[in-house]
């Protein structure tokens, strides 16, 4: 069974920083690009990063760049989101994402269970 | 403010025919850049529907269909069912900005 497993979330405080991770397992993890999307409360969904699947080359959204690190270990299928100096508009539920195809911005078909990150004093 | 609009909300009586649009500009559909279309349920994860414009992936009825020109893409539901009450997202990818972007949602109701 193809599967995103997130984990890593929880309540930090503001300008603090967190690792989130994703597992993956069911198809081949180091063919795939893959994605990290969000969704603050009651909002819409929102492209964080992306990543090619060998971890070669990186994306960001604007609101994180410059604050967010994308990384894989491909060796043990897992994806990772480094965020560093968090505000309170980076609360959300965090989804990591894998693409219907070879490029990040491609349609997901497969998405994790969500992880919540709470920044807040 | 989303790079691609959506309306807010859609509401249709079952076994109705409704559309979500999704309008974009040069940068992102209109440049030529897939859409795709996700079913989001409360309190659950997106569910892809409709990926490169039209094409539905395994197990997603017939009932949804995609379409795209020019700027806009839209979604399509026939034969409403209670079901599919749920919140609707377009994506693309935007050159401008070097990244995917989301529309900002649809709530579609079924009356």
């Known amino acids: 069974e193809v599967q995103l497993l997130e984990s890593g979330g929880g309540l930090v405080q503001p300008g603090g920083s967190l690792r989130l991770s994703c597992v993956a397992s069911g198809f081949s993890f180091s063919s795939s690009a893959m994605s990290w999307v969000r969704q603050a409360p009651g909002k819409g969904l929102e492209w964080v990063s992306g990543i090619s699947g060998s971890g070669g080359f990186t994306y960001y959204a604007d609101s994180v760049k410059g604050r967010f690190l994308i990384s894989r270990d491909n060796s043990k299928n897992t994806l990772y989101l480094q965020m560093n100096s968090l505000r309170a508009e980076d609360t959300a539920v965090y989804y990591c994402a894998k693409p219907l195809g070879s490029e990040y911005y491609y349609g997901m078909d497969v998405w994790g269970q969500g992880t919540t990150v709470t920044v807040s004093s | 403010q989303s790079v691609l609009t959506q309306p807010p909300s859609v509401s249709g009586a079952p076994g109705q025919r409704v559309t979500i649009s999704c309008t974009g500009s040069s940068s992102n559909i209109g440049a030529g850049y897939d859409v795709h279309w996700y079913q989001q349920l409360p309190g659950t994860a997106p569910k892809l529907l409709i990926y490169r414009n039209n094409n539905r992936p395994s197990g997603v009825p017939d009932r949804f269909s995609g379409s795209k020109s020019g700027t806009s893409a839209s979604l399509a539901i026939t034969g409403l069912q209670a079901e599919d009450e749920a919140d609707y997202y377009c994506?693309?990818?935007?050159?401008?900005?070097?990244?995917?972007?989301f529309g900002g949602g649809t709530k579609l109701t079924v009356l």
């Open positions: 994506q693309s990818y935007d050159s401008r900005l070097s990244g995917s972007v």
